[in-house]
């Protein structure tokens, strides 16, 4: 069968097949991995090499400076850069989970290159004490780094993006620890991270809190390597007799335990996956021993390095990648010599078919009932496959096999071409990221469209995130500023053709944060022409300050309609111009000229009136100024009476003559000179009758002030002073006299002459303070005869009231009349036969 | 029965909305870890009772306090204030903090601007140099729903600030508010403005399309069919602040409905809103009118649409209340009468229960009712309506000069006066110069020469002008029917009912508006200031729901899932009762295929349109 040839590189381990497929043969030459400090990143990431100045080394024809050289995973040099930083020897080197490479020399300097081997200013120490004691050894995990230095102290970077180091606590120990593992924070309980340390024969849990001994039977004696797995459930250690042993992280009960038979520790000591455990020794062969039965061996005559994932181990060599995996049970089941599995016999179906022998339907016939199994089998199984044209044989078993199934996820195969579109453009020798689609799966589709953009390959990964259906925003911003800093020699016009073709191609996507970029790279003009093109004001107007723009800043906010963009622009300038310069900008402009009037009103009242003069609206002084005068008025120390009345006078004043500057406002002039003449009369008042009770009261006011205190004279000089008309002088009048109830001085007063507007202000007198026997008086003196009707409805006389309003002759009153007396039943009866003589007569 | 409208009834889901707003309150509250004092402007704490129950925030360990110039009394180490961006208020926050230093505490500061935070307050804050000690953040609330059906942004001063001091922030606020509605019910199809403050509203909120795309998706979705934008705050004071000539060009018009406002209310609910002032969806009353035998105590008896009764009468006409509730209570006591006397069923007994479980919300309008009618039978409040219909009616001009130059001697109350005198002038188009002096210089001596501002601001929102042309009110009043004579008030057929014969203009519009957009009423709008602009947003253009508003205008909806389609009606400057229930008629009226839903600034009164106005310069 075709498939033998598969299965025949699978090796045997306890129960579990392992295969290793080449990823690559590297393209890289003359790279010696034992010459060489080597950093991988996982995930298919990148690798940095660099000359390790700890070995002696012969130079060939090269430099004796050292270079930093970052490849891909298939040996494409991506950069370099020569080595040039202080601090002593590197100590150790490490990818962070954004790419970034973190090397750490032997005084505690961190330092940090991207991907284009360039230096990520500012560098961070470590700490004084790495400086004084030597950093000996680090172990990096994803986020994070445990720096232990000749002095048996222990540091800490728990986050590579914060960059804070800490102290750990001292484990108190004289000798030099023999190994150490890092359980990652996200791991732990406490959610800080914990160091394994092996010192003499203990195992110490140390985290930044304190220092605890592992208790237990399990570990027995020195140890001399640890590695945690990724998931940080289990623990990998190598004894000082030899032996490797794996529990599990809380040291409970020995999963796997066998003798290797060296005194000598491995160099490398790395997990496969969660199923098995690689040892590697520089001169014997590499070594994978699983939970039971024999190890397996590989051979190789190069040095290695592994290269632990999720899913498997990376095994780089001088010459070519390869891929160490467990074989996924879809594929064992498909592919396992002798498997007569549904999806086995779906794949020989296929195989049937395309040789058109009619066994192909026999074999179909066969595994009816588990054809959906079997294609799901095929479609999972060409998922983990590295070899396209073996991934293309699975699908088209998968899909010959759907179209006999009635009830299976069709989406599931074009889903899974996506997937496999997607990872086989990535896994390009070019780009180099040799991802397996579990770790692809746990990475996000985001992410590596954010390491595609970090690299530089941006179109690559737009065309992914098109094809998956993300926001490409991302990629093209990325772009445009990589654009900006790479093309200084193209001007500025040319530029921004270019860079608006592209970015038009994300609706919603920030030219602001573009310009931005532009401007940081000292080009402006570009920077201007770009926040030209930004819709969100919010976003365009800081930036058009920033790059000195004032007007075009003040006219877009005052568009967008956004008074707090308006303010924003407003307190810039007013910050930078002179007063006068300010002024002349916002001047013409209606609502940045409001929003200043209305916020200076309240808290820059001097410098507002300076505006006003300055634009000559001289009214708006006035009322600032007479405003002002109240103000003054209301000071504490403005206590009644006293000589404060001249400044608040004297404002006034100025107030009148500002508005008789305009002819508009003679009413607002002539009306400050009353008040200021009134003002000088209340204080008189004051004096004269020793009772702070006038000033800030009204002319009316003041009126009826002087008649309820007696003093008719002062009344009368107020009245003739600001000429107040005979009919408001009546109703004033009469209401002081009733509020002192002065019925007399009342009657008095009505007969000095026929008022002018007659006699209701006395009868409304007289009903509202309840004197109905007073009220008689005026009554009958009302010229109208509904008036006279509503009087004595309102004082209850019900007979007089209708015989009022039948010789008005209004049946409305007279029903509206009837309501009021509606509880009385005799007075109800008079006003229906009174309304019937009057429908009568109206007939 | 609790203050928090039940909104289960909506046509919209406010309640999610309503829910954001709680989580969102809650989350603050909940970062700032540990005792803390918060210190709510008392305004925004009303607000905030109709979006949460004050006992829920005391589980988070919340001393609450109301702001005021006194400095804060608690022992708890952090402050929060939560306050609406306004520059008054940093002071007083500040001198709370100055005051602290002053007496060596040291107190963690948090200051949550409501909506937003903005850069004046910050400045302020600045400028007296506590910045740097206040932590600063926000709380996005744009809207609340007052009742099921109306939502509001809680814009106090939004007309004074827009048309007193062209402080246009509160239109981009209103744009921002219905922007986070669509966010949530979907873009809106088509947008009718009338009004300059609209038409910028309708400007900004397109602003907002273009600089935060939807996503097509979200555009088929749209729960709104149309946004209606109406104005209070007309174009006309608007060019007023800026010069003199501006002011001639469009003195000839009448501002977009000013008018209807300064009436008074004849609905239950606008009645009790003239009379006793409804805030946030409650009225307070001494608890002596309520029967509650308590000296001295206040009450609040909430208004919303949870009380089945008040659903029923708040936007009948008083005078019909009167006669439902007698009704209603007449009925009863036969039920009670038959019950006791003859041999009832269980069911029909069980039926008597149910009617009895109304029995606490027919006492409390009862009790209601009564007290108004106290206001109501005064011969000077039937003086003032009579007055209303006569200047609405532009019959006697000198009779109703003579009434408010009588008023003014009297010195009745300042806000009764303008509230007549403003309708005098609105519907006069301004009053002839000797005129508009005399009762300005007369209005000054009676009440005061500080008024000199409130006047002054009266005249830039061109309320009360001088007379600069003739009036157009006549020909709108007749275009559109405004005056109906023999309303009847019991089962009326026009919204007139609810000034007993005057129709709101503002509702006489938005009627129009719905049903036929405004290309029909050209003629009439050219009448009325400010610009008018009908749009339909891209993407719409062939869209079924835009087919089925052509076809409503034969006063069938044909939206094939039996939705009736729905319009958000917003006022720009604020909304009464009883254009609201003028509103609630039209939408209940059959042949109307439309839900209305209104979105206010405020719900206003003209007293309190008229307070605003207010500036006194001591």
């Given at each position: 069968m075709a498939n033998v040839s598969v299965a025949a590189e699978w090796q045997l381990l306890y129960n579990r097949y392992y295969r290793k497929p080449e990823l690559y043969p590297l393209r890289w030459k003359n790279i010696d991995l034992s010459r060489n400090k080597v950093a991988c990143a996982p995930f298919g990431g990148p690798i940095a090499v660099i000359r390790d100045d700890s070995k002696i080394v012969q130079l060939y024809s090269e430099s004796a400076l050292r270079k930093l050289r970052i490849f891909t995973s298939s040996g494409v040099l991506i950069s370099d850069t020569v080595w040039k930083n202080p601090g002593g020897r590197l100590i150790g080197m490490s990818w962070t989970e954004d790419q970034t490479l973190i090397c750490i020399v032997q005084d505690g300097t961190v330092y940090r290159y991207n991907i284009h081997a360039e230096l990520i200013e500012p560098n961070v120490t470590l700490g004084k004490e790495c400086f004084e004691q030597n950093v000996v050894e680090c172990v990096f995990w994803g986020n994070g780094v445990v720096c232990l230095t000749e002095g048996g102290l222990l540091f800490c970077i728990p986050d590579f993006k914060v960059m804070r180091p800490c102290q750990l606590a001292e484990t108190g120990a004289e000798d030099l620890p023999n190994c150490m593992a890092v359980i990652e924070p996200k791991y732990t309980v406490s959610g800080n991270v914990e160091v394994l340390v092996g010192i003499g024969d203990r195992i110490l849990i140390v985290d930044e809190d304190g220092v605890q001994t592992v208790e237990g039977e399990v570990v027995q004696g020195l140890v001399q390597k640890m590695v945690v797995s990724w998931d940080g459930k289990f623990l990998a250690i190598f004894t000082h007799d030899g032996r490797i042993l794996v529990t599990d992280i809380n040291f409970k009960g020995v999963l796997l335990e066998y003798n290797c038979e060296s005194a000598l520790p491995p160099e490398q000591l790395a997990w496969c996956g969660l199923d098995s455990v690689l040892l590697y020794w520089d001169d014997t062969p590499l070594l994978m021993v699983g939970p039971r039965g024999d190890p397996v061996h590989y051979f190789y005559d190069e040095p290695l390095l592994l290269i632990p994932e999720c899913d498997g181990v990376r095994i780089l060599s001088n010459t070519s990648l390869e891929f160490l995996q467990r074989v996924p049970d879809s594929t064992v089941s498909i592919f396992k010599i002798g498997s007569t599995s549904p999806a086995a016999l779906l794949y020989d179906a296929l195989d049937h078919f395309d040789r058109r022998s009619a066994k192909a339907d026999e074999n179909l016939r066969l595994i009816q009932k588990s054809l959906p199994e079997a294609v799901e089998a095929c479609i999972d199984a060409a998922g983990h496959e590295f070899d396209v044209s073996r991934q293309r044989t699975l699908l088209r078993a998968a899909s010959y096999g759907q179209a006999f199934c009635s009830n299976f996820q069709r989406d599931r195969i074009q889903e899974m071409c996506k997937t496999l579109r997607v990872l086989n453009a990535v896994r390009d020798p070019e780009i180099g990221i040799p991802l397996s689609i579990n770790q692809y799966k746990l990475l996000t589709p985001s992410v590596l469209i954010a390491r595609l953009v970090n690299a530089h390959c941006h179109l690559l990964a737009l065309r992914i995130s098109e094809y998956v259906g993300m926001n490409q925003e991302v990629v093209i911003m990325h772009w445009a500023c990589s654009k900006i800093t790479a093309s200084l020699a193209i001007p500025d016009a040319a530029l921004l053709e270019i860079l608006l073709d592209k970015l038009k191609l994300c609706r919603g996507i920030s030219y602001a944060a573009v310009a931005a970029h532009a401007d940081k790279n000292g080009r402006r003009k570009l920077a201007a022409m770009l926040v030209e093109h930004e819709p969100r004001s919010s976003k365009q107007v800081p930036l058009l300050l920033s790059i000195g723009e004032e007007d075009t800043a003040l006219m877009k906010a005052t568009e967008s309609g956004d008074t707090d963009l308006v303010y924003l622009v407003l307190f810039h300038i007013w910050q930078k111009k002179q007063p006068l310069e300010f002024f002349g900008m916002i001047q013409a402009r209606p609502l940045p000229r409001d929003l200043f009037i209305s916020y200076a009103r309240c808290y820059k009242h001097e410098f507002l009136k300076d505006f006003f003069l300055s634009t000559g609206q001289l009214q708006e002084v006035a009322f600032l100024l007479w405003k002002e005068s109240w103000e003054l008025g209301k000071n504490p120390m403005a206590s009644k009476g006293s000589p404060l009345h001249g400044p608040r006078i004297k404002l006034i004043d100025k107030a009148q003559n500002l508005f008789a500057e305009t002819k508009e406002h003679t009413f607002e002039s002539k009306a400050a000179e009353e008040h200021a003449k009134l003002l000088r009369i209340q204080h008189e008042l004051e004096v004269s009758t020793k009772q702070a009770i006038f000033v800030d009261s009204s002319i009316s006011d003041t009126i009826r002030t002087c008649i309820v205190l007696g003093n008719h004279r002062a009344a009368m000089k107020v009245k003739t002073e600001f000429k107040v008309s005979e009919k408001r002088w009546y109703w004033l009048k009469v209401f002081a006299l009733a509020t002192t109830r002065d019925w007399e001085a009342l009657e008095k007063f009505s007969k000095e002459k026929r008022p002018p507007i007659g006699y209701r202000p006395f009868v409304e007198a007289c009903v509202d303070a309840d004197e109905k026997g007073e009220a008689l008086k005026y009554i009958p003196k009302l010229a109208d005869l509904r008036e006279r009707a509503e009087a004595y409805a309102r004082i209850g006389m019900a007979k007089e009231a209708a015989d009022a309003a039948s010789q008005a002759k209004d049946g409305e009153l007279l029903g509206r009349l009837k309501l009021t007396f509606q509880q009385n039943a005799a007075a109800s009866s008079l006003f229906d036969s009174l309304r019937d003589r009057l429908s009568f007569q109206g007939v | 029965m609790a203050q928090i409208p039940n909104l289960d009834n909506s046509p919209l889901n406010l309640k999610s909305l309503r829910e954001q707003s709680q989580r969102d309150l809650v989350k603050i509250l909940k970062d700032i870890r540990g005792k803390k004092c918060l210190v709510i402007e008392p305004k925004l704490g009303g607000t905030l009772s109709l979006i949460i129950q004050t006992s829920l925030l005391k589980e988070y360990g919340i001393e609450l306090r109301h702001l005021s110039a006194e400095s804060v009394q608690t022992d708890c180490s952090k402050v929060v204030y939560l306050v609406p961006?306004?520059?008054?208020?940093m002071k007083s926050i500040s001198s709370h903090v100055h005051d602290d230093i002053s007496k060596g505490l040291q107190r963690e500061y948090y200051i949550y601007f409501v909506p937003r935070r903005e850069i004046q307050c910050e400045r302020i804050l600045e400028e007296e140099k506590v910045h740097h000690l206040i932590t600063i953040g926000e709380y996005p609330l744009y809207v609340v729903p007052l009742d099921e059906d109306i939502l509001s942004f809680e814009l106090d001063l939004a007309y004074k600030q827009c048309q007193v001091d062209g402080d246009t922030g509160s239109l981009w606020h209103i744009a921002k508010a219905i922007h986070k509605l669509e966010s949530t019910f979907g873009a809106i199809p088509n947008v009718r403005a009338k009004g300059k403050a609209s038409v910028m509203v309708a400007d900004i909120l397109d602003r907002m399309h273009t600089e935060e795309p939807m996503n097509s998706s979200d555009m088929a979705l749209s729960e709104i069919n149309t946004l209606i934008l109406i104005d209070r705050e007309a174009s006309l004071p608007f060019l007023c602040t800026n010069s003199y000539y501006n002011l001639k060009l469009c003195a000839a018009c009448l501002q977009v409905d000013m008018i209807t406002p300064m009436c008074s209310q004849l609905t239950y609910e606008g009645l009790i809103d003239e009379f006793l002032r409804i805030n946030n969806g409650s009225v307070e009353l001494d608890s002596s009118i309520m029967g509650v035998q308590q000296e001295g105590k206040k009450m609040k008896v909430p208004l919303n649409s949870s009380d089945k009764l008040l659903k029923e009468i708040r936007d009948l006409n008083f005078e019909v209340v009167v006669q439902v509730l007698k009704q209603k209570a007449t009925s009863m006591k036969q039920d009670y009468a038959e019950i006791t006397t003859a041999n009832q069923s269980v069911s029909e007994l069980k039926d008597f229960v149910k009617k009895l479980n109304s029995l606490p919300e027919m006492t409390r309008h009862i009790n209601l009712a009564q007290h108004l009618s106290t206001f109501t039978s005064k011969p000077s409040f039937l003086a003032k309506l009579d007055m209303e219909h006569t200047i609405i009616e532009a019959s006697s001009y000198d009779i109703c000069l003579e009434y408010i130059e009588e008023m003014i001697h009297k010195q009745e109350p300042l806000i009764n006066v303008l509230r007549l005198l403003i309708l005098f002038s609105v519907t006069n188009s301004g009053l002839p110069k000797k005129n508009f002096d005399y009762l300005r210089r007369e209005l000054l001596h009676s009440y005061g020469f500080e008024h000199m501002a409130t006047l002054n601001n009266l005249e830039k929102v061109g309320w009360l002008k001088k007379q600069e042309s003739k009036s157009n009110w006549l020909t709108v009043k007749r275009a559109l029917q405004l005056i109906v004579e023999d309303t009847d008030t019991a089962n009326p057929n026009d919204i007139a009912y609810v000034f007993s014969g005057y129709a709101p203009l503002s509702i006489r519009l938005v009627h129009n508006a719905v049903l036929s957009g405004w290309r029909p009423m050209e003629e009439i709008l050219k009448l009325l200031p400010g610009p008018h602009t009908e749009t339909k947003r891209a993407g719409f253009t062939s869209s079924p729901s835009f087919a089925t508003l052509q076809g409503a205008s034969n006063g069938l909806d044909k939206i094939a899932d039996g939705r009736r389609s729905l319009v958000l009606v917003v006022f720009v400057g604020g909304v009464t009762f009883a254009e609201i229930a003028a509103l609630r008629f039209l939408s209940a009226r059959e042949g109307m295929a439309y839900d209305l839903i209104i979105g206010t600034t405020k719900i206003v009164s003209g007293h309190s349109l008229v307070e605003t106005i207010f500036e006194r310069f001591g």
């Amino acid at each position: 069968m075709a498939n033998v040839s598969v299965a025949a590189e699978w090796q045997l381990l306890y129960n579990r097949y392992y295969r290793k497929p080449e990823l690559y043969p590297l393209r890289w030459k003359n790279i010696d991995l034992s010459r060489n400090k080597v950093a991988c990143a996982p995930f298919g990431g990148p690798i940095a090499v660099i000359r390790d100045d700890s070995k002696i080394v012969q130079l060939y024809s090269e430099s004796a400076l050292r270079k930093l050289r970052i490849f891909t995973s298939s040996g494409v040099l991506i950069s370099d850069t020569v080595w040039k930083n202080p601090g002593g020897r590197l100590i150790g080197m490490s990818w962070t989970e954004d790419q970034t490479l973190i090397c750490i020399v032997q005084d505690g300097t961190v330092y940090r290159y991207n991907i284009h081997a360039e230096l990520i200013e500012p560098n961070v120490t470590l700490g004084k004490e790495c400086f004084e004691q030597n950093v000996v050894e680090c172990v990096f995990w994803g986020n994070g780094v445990v720096c232990l230095t000749e002095g048996g102290l222990l540091f800490c970077i728990p986050d590579f993006k914060v960059m804070r180091p800490c102290q750990l606590a001292e484990t108190g120990a004289e000798d030099l620890p023999n190994c150490m593992a890092v359980i990652e924070p996200k791991y732990t309980v406490s959610g800080n991270v914990e160091v394994l340390v092996g010192i003499g024969d203990r195992i110490l849990i140390v985290d930044e809190d304190g220092v605890q001994t592992v208790e237990g039977e399990v570990v027995q004696g020195l140890v001399q390597k640890m590695v945690v797995s990724w998931d940080g459930k289990f623990l990998a250690i190598f004894t000082h007799d030899g032996r490797i042993l794996v529990t599990d992280i809380n040291f409970k009960g020995v999963l796997l335990e066998y003798n290797c038979e060296s005194a000598l520790p491995p160099e490398q000591l790395a997990w496969c996956g969660l199923d098995s455990v690689l040892l590697y020794w520089d001169d014997t062969p590499l070594l994978m021993v699983g939970p039971r039965g024999d190890p397996v061996h590989y051979f190789y005559d190069e040095p290695l390095l592994l290269i632990p994932e999720c899913d498997g181990v990376r095994i780089l060599s001088n010459t070519s990648l390869e891929f160490l995996q467990r074989v996924p049970d879809s594929t064992v089941s498909i592919f396992k010599i002798g498997s007569t599995s549904p999806a086995a016999l779906l794949y020989d179906a296929l195989d049937h078919f395309d040789r058109r022998s009619a066994k192909a339907d026999e074999n179909l016939r066969l595994i009816q009932k588990s054809l959906p199994e079997a294609v799901e089998a095929c479609i999972d199984a060409a998922g983990h496959e590295f070899d396209v044209s073996r991934q293309r044989t699975l699908l088209r078993a998968a899909s010959y096999g759907q179209a006999f199934c009635s009830n299976f996820q069709r989406d599931r195969i074009q889903e899974m071409c996506k997937t496999l579109r997607v990872l086989n453009a990535v896994r390009d020798p070019e780009i180099g990221i040799p991802l397996s689609i579990n770790q692809y799966k746990l990475l996000t589709p985001s992410v590596l469209i954010a390491r595609l953009v970090n690299a530089h390959c941006h179109l690559l990964a737009l065309r992914i995130s098109e094809y998956v259906g993300m926001n490409q925003e991302v990629v093209i911003m990325h772009w445009a500023c990589s654009k900006i800093t790479a093309s200084l020699a193209i001007p500025d016009a040319a530029l921004l053709e270019i860079l608006l073709d592209k970015l038009k191609l994300c609706r919603g996507i920030s030219y602001a944060a573009v310009a931005a970029h532009a401007d940081k790279n000292g080009r402006r003009k570009l920077a201007a022409m770009l926040v030209e093109h930004e819709p969100r004001s919010s976003k365009q107007v800081p930036l058009l300050l920033s790059i000195g723009e004032e007007d075009t800043a003040l006219m877009k906010a005052t568009e967008s309609g956004d008074t707090d963009l308006v303010y924003l622009v407003l307190f810039h300038i007013w910050q930078k111009k002179q007063p006068l310069e300010f002024f002349g900008m916002i001047q013409a402009r209606p609502l940045p000229r409001d929003l200043f009037i209305s916020y200076a009103r309240c808290y820059k009242h001097e410098f507002l009136k300076d505006f006003f003069l300055s634009t000559g609206q001289l009214q708006e002084v006035a009322f600032l100024l007479w405003k002002e005068s109240w103000e003054l008025g209301k000071n504490p120390m403005a206590s009644k009476g006293s000589p404060l009345h001249g400044p608040r006078i004297k404002l006034i004043d100025k107030a009148q003559n500002l508005f008789a500057e305009t002819k508009e406002h003679t009413f607002e002039s002539k009306a400050a000179e009353e008040h200021a003449k009134l003002l000088r009369i209340q204080h008189e008042l004051e004096v004269s009758t020793k009772q702070a009770i006038f000033v800030d009261s009204s002319i009316s006011d003041t009126i009826r002030t002087c008649i309820v205190l007696g003093n008719h004279r002062a009344a009368m000089k107020v009245k003739t002073e600001f000429k107040v008309s005979e009919k408001r002088w009546y109703w004033l009048k009469v209401f002081a006299l009733a509020t002192t109830r002065d019925w007399e001085a009342l009657e008095k007063f009505s007969k000095e002459k026929r008022p002018p507007i007659g006699y209701r202000p006395f009868v409304e007198a007289c009903v509202d303070a309840d004197e109905k026997g007073e009220a008689l008086k005026y009554i009958p003196k009302l010229a109208d005869l509904r008036e006279r009707a509503e009087a004595y409805a309102r004082i209850g006389m019900a007979k007089e009231a209708a015989d009022a309003a039948s010789q008005a002759k209004d049946g409305e009153l007279l029903g509206r009349l009837k309501l009021t007396f509606q509880q009385n039943a005799a007075a109800s009866s008079l006003f229906d036969s009174l309304r019937d003589r009057l429908s009568f007569q109206g007939v | 029965m609790a203050q928090i409208p039940n909104l289960d009834n909506s046509p919209l889901n406010l309640k999610s909305l309503r829910e954001q707003s709680q989580r969102d309150l809650v989350k603050i509250l909940k970062d700032i870890r540990g005792k803390k004092c918060l210190v709510i402007e008392p305004k925004l704490g009303g607000t905030l009772s109709l979006i949460i129950q004050t006992s829920l925030l005391k589980e988070y360990g919340i001393e609450l306090r109301h702001l005021s110039a006194e400095s804060v009394q608690t022992d708890c180490s952090k402050v929060v204030y939560l306050v609406p961006s306004q520059r008054d208020l940093m002071k007083s926050i500040s001198s709370h903090v100055h005051d602290d230093i002053s007496k060596g505490l040291q107190r963690e500061y948090y200051i949550y601007f409501v909506p937003r935070r903005e850069i004046q307050c910050e400045r302020i804050l600045e400028e007296e140099k506590v910045h740097h000690l206040i932590t600063i953040g926000e709380y996005p609330l744009y809207v609340v729903p007052l009742d099921e059906d109306i939502l509001s942004f809680e814009l106090d001063l939004a007309y004074k600030q827009c048309q007193v001091d062209g402080d246009t922030g509160s239109l981009w606020h209103i744009a921002k508010a219905i922007h986070k509605l669509e966010s949530t019910f979907g873009a809106i199809p088509n947008v009718r403005a009338k009004g300059k403050a609209s038409v910028m509203v309708a400007d900004i909120l397109d602003r907002m399309h273009t600089e935060e795309p939807m996503n097509s998706s979200d555009m088929a979705l749209s729960e709104i069919n149309t946004l209606i934008l109406i104005d209070r705050e007309a174009s006309l004071p608007f060019l007023c602040t800026n010069s003199y000539y501006n002011l001639k060009l469009c003195a000839a018009c009448l501002q977009v409905d000013m008018i209807t406002p300064m009436c008074s209310q004849l609905t239950y609910e606008g009645l009790i809103d003239e009379f006793l002032r409804i805030n946030n969806g409650s009225v307070e009353l001494d608890s002596s009118i309520m029967g509650v035998q308590q000296e001295g105590k206040k009450m609040k008896v909430p208004l919303n649409s949870s009380d089945k009764l008040l659903k029923e009468i708040r936007d009948l006409n008083f005078e019909v209340v009167v006669q439902v509730l007698k009704q209603k209570a007449t009925s009863m006591k036969q039920d009670y009468a038959e019950i006791t006397t003859a041999n009832q069923s269980v069911s029909e007994l069980k039926d008597f229960v149910k009617k009895l479980n109304s029995l606490p919300e027919m006492t409390r309008h009862i009790n209601l009712a009564q007290h108004l009618s106290t206001f109501t039978s005064k011969p000077s409040f039937l003086a003032k309506l009579d007055m209303e219909h006569t200047i609405i009616e532009a019959s006697s001009y000198d009779i109703c000069l003579e009434y408010i130059e009588e008023m003014i001697h009297k010195q009745e109350p300042l806000i009764n006066v303008l509230r007549l005198l403003i309708l005098f002038s609105v519907t006069n188009s301004g009053l002839p110069k000797k005129n508009f002096d005399y009762l300005r210089r007369e209005l000054l001596h009676s009440y005061g020469f500080e008024h000199m501002a409130t006047l002054n601001n009266l005249e830039k929102v061109g309320w009360l002008k001088k007379q600069e042309s003739k009036s157009n009110w006549l020909t709108v009043k007749r275009a559109l029917q405004l005056i109906v004579e023999d309303t009847d008030t019991a089962n009326p057929n026009d919204i007139a009912y609810v000034f007993s014969g005057y129709a709101p203009l503002s509702i006489r519009l938005v009627h129009n508006a719905v049903l036929s957009g405004w290309r029909p009423m050209e003629e009439i709008l050219k009448l009325l200031p400010g610009p008018h602009t009908e749009t339909k947003r891209a993407g719409f253009t062939s869209s079924p729901s835009f087919a089925t508003l052509q076809g409503a205008s034969n006063g069938l909806d044909k939206i094939a899932d039996g939705r009736r389609s729905l319009v958000l009606v917003v006022f720009v400057g604020g909304v009464t009762f009883a254009e609201i229930a003028a509103l609630r008629f039209l939408s209940a009226r059959e042949g109307m295929a439309y839900d209305l839903i209104i979105g206010t600034t405020k719900i206003v009164s003209g007293h309190s349109l008229v307070e605003t106005i207010f500036e006194r310069f001591g």
